[in-house]
């Protein structure tokens, strides 16, 4: 009888991860996991809503959401998945440009940028003459 001396691959230890504080997000809706970048992609973020918080932001309609079987899932658009909590609420998982809608301080930053009339995205312009 032959014994195979070979160790036993090393077993991996799960990351630690820290959520983001600096991310701040629509009412109704708190991050699961840290946000995902991905090269293709953008930004992929993980996030607990309940129906009522998703039907407001109009990310899907009524007939959308997964039933209320916990791990029912619903892949609403490309962007788009959801699927269904043990608690109730609805796993919320998206991307892209969808990422922005729910991102509440870069919606803020967006609107500095837009509410600023003296902005020029022209290099070397001093401000726009009126």
Request: proline fraction near 4%; aromatic fraction near 6%; hydrophobic fraction near 35%.
């Amino acid at each position: 009888m032959t014994t195979n001396n070979t160790a036993a691959p090393a077993k991996r230890k799960p990351r630690k991860s820290k959520r983001d504080s600096r991310l701040t997000f629509v009412t109704g809706f708190e991050a699961t996991k840290p946000p995902i970048i991905s090269n293709g992609r953008g930004v992929w973020l993980h996030l607990a809503a309940t129906d009522g918080a998703i039907l407001d932001e109009g990310l899907a309609k009524a007939s959308e959401l997964p039933s209320h079987l916990f791990r029912s899932k619903r892949q609403v658009r490309e962007d788009l998945r959801l699927a269904r909590r043990l608690d109730g609420r609805c796993n919320v998982t998206t991307f892209g440009i969808e990422s922005a809608r729910l991102d509440a301080g870069f919606q803020d930053f967006m609107h500095g940028l837009l509410a600023d009339d003296q902005l020029s995205l022209v290099a070397n312009e001093r401000g726009r003459s009126e």
